[in-house]
Every structure is written in C-alpha cells, then in structure tokens.
C-alpha cells in the first residue's frame, strides 16, 4: 500500500490532482513500510511537489534525501527527482547560481544512465536557471555574470540537444509529446538568455503542454507569457495569460508560482479576471533582506518594496506618511541608482534581486 501510494503520487503531481497527492503521501508515511528504501521512494516521489507547492518542510525532506542516496550507487529514479527539485528550490529563492550548479550536478550523475527521462526535465530546470541568472545579471549591469549566464547555458544546451535527439528517437505516444513540450520550454528559457523576443516561443511551449495535460507547467510558462508580452508592450496579451496562470497556480496551491504571478500584475498594474488570487503571498514573504548593491537608503527599501506592488506616489505618500512629492524624489533617487528606465524597470530589478522585501 506504501509502495503504491507513492507511485500514484508522483502521477497525480504531473497531471495537477495535487489534493489527491498530498492526501496519499499522508497516508504513505502514516503506513508501516520497509525502512529507508521506501523512504527514499517516497521522498524522491514527493520531492518536486513539496517545492512547487511551497511546503515548508521542503528543503528538510531534500536534505534527508540526500543523505539517503548521496552515497550510494546513482539510481535515476531517485537522482533525478532530488536535483529536478533541488535545483527549483534554489530558483524559487532566488539563487539561479546554485541552480546551475545543482543542475550540473545532476547531468553529470545520471549522463551514463540509459533512461532519460529525468535528465530531460533536468534540462528544462537548467535552461530556467541559466535564463534567471542572465536576467540577475541585466538587472546587476554585470557584463561579466551575463557572460557566464550565457556560457554556462549554451554547454547545457548542447548536451540538451544530445539528451532529446536519443529521447525523441525512441519515444512514441504520450511520453514523446512531453518530451517535446520539455524541450519547446527549454527553447523558449533561451529566449530570456538571450533577451530576444519570445513571445511566440512561449505559445509553442504553451501549446505542447496543453497536449499533455500538466497543469503546472502550463502555469508555469503563461507566467513567462506574460513577462514577454509586457517586454513588447502586449498588455492584453499579458493579462490573458497571467488571469488563467494565477487560477492554475492558485487551484493547485502553487504557492511559489502564484507569489511571482501576482508580483508582476502588482507591478505591470494589471487587474486579472479570476478568482482565488492573493491567497498565497502573505506567508510567503522572506523574513531575511538581502545583500543591496545599489547604496539604497532604509527609506528608499520601503519606498521600492511599495514600488513592485504597483504602487502610485500617492499610495506611498500615503502609506509612509510622507508627502506625494517626497515619495516623488525617493522614485526617482532610486531609479537614477538602480539605472532603471523607470519604476516599472526598477520594481522589476528589486524583484529579480530580492530586494522587494524592506531591511
């Protein structure tokens, strides 16, 4: 019965039954089992929707994971959930560096293992990672990290290419149809990497998943839809694809995913057309302020964390009980010392760098 559960879970993840699957990991750990065999089963099959659910215990389980297979002779069933989810934690928190290093990792520990799958996901992760880095690296004005954002990318990528040639060649049904999706995502990441338009990229990948039902991922890359509309002025656009990712992120209790779907309506200022959004923000703000590399005062913090919510002068004025011009000066104080274009740029950067949150 353990064993079972765990299996069914890892299906009910993929195809967006989430209640379900987190009622059988329940019932899986409550069950009597055969020890740390079935526990690295099953943390292995509750690793990627313990973090794309926002669980808190998430990076607990991965670490116990860890220590379960660590040493132990590379299995790709186990391998491959661990850095899948690992490497997305690390995003999730705003580390594309780690990421990177996670998902290289992971290449290198299940390049000898005839079935791909789980290096085909892997993949997708990286392209993620090596897109956010470049976008930290934008956001920097730091020529030098876009340089290894980009490096780091494009070796991923030509072992991507290998990796899907030997899936597709093999694969026939559904399994093809989603390796196909996986790598229409990858290429629509490399339009970040490369900061090209993407727009079209993004609705090929969108049309692929909604070929094989996973929800998540359909979230997942209207969420990116959105980004490349707004980059190329498509505010209707924009708000189609972030209304329907907010109700898919909201419905399955994607919590991660709906913070940074709501993070760009707040900024971008648009209204969505769904219910259910804003359930899952509060909890999730950081209780740590990162690094600033920019020299921004603690009220110039304030006055940017209202700034990624969308906020008018008026509204900071009235907030941080100040006057609307003096609101007015901190804006601009902080455009001028983040080199953004404006506040939409500049909330954007405070986002990208974790700097949405006041010291």
Known sequence: GCFLRQGALFVHF???RWDVAGRLANE???LTHGGSHMDRYGISRWAELSVASGAPEAAARLDRLWELIGDAPIEGQFSGPYHIARAELALWAGRPAEALDIVDAGVAALAAIPWSWYLV???RVGARAAADLADVARALRDPQ???DASRRGNVLRADRERVFNASLQRQIGPARKATIAELATSVAE???LEATSGVSAWREALSAWRGV???YLVGYVR???AEACLATGDRSGAAEALSEAAAIAGGL???PLLKAIESLTARARIRLVTAGVGQASEAEASTTSPADPFGLTPREREVLALLTKGWTNRQIAGNLFISENTAGVHVSHIIGKLDARGRTDAAAIAVRLGLDQTP
Do not use: M, N, V
Request: aromatic content about 4%; overall charge neutral; glycine content about 12%.
């Open 28 to 30: 899986a750990e409550s």
């Open 223 to 225: 969420w990116r839809e």
């Open 190 to 192: 490399d339009t970040r």
């Open 145 to 147: 990290l876009g340089q």
């Open 213 to 215: 039902e996973r929800p």
């Open 14 to 16: 993929d195809l967006g």
């Open 121 to 123: 996901r892997l993949h």
């Open 253 to 255: 209790g994607a919590k």
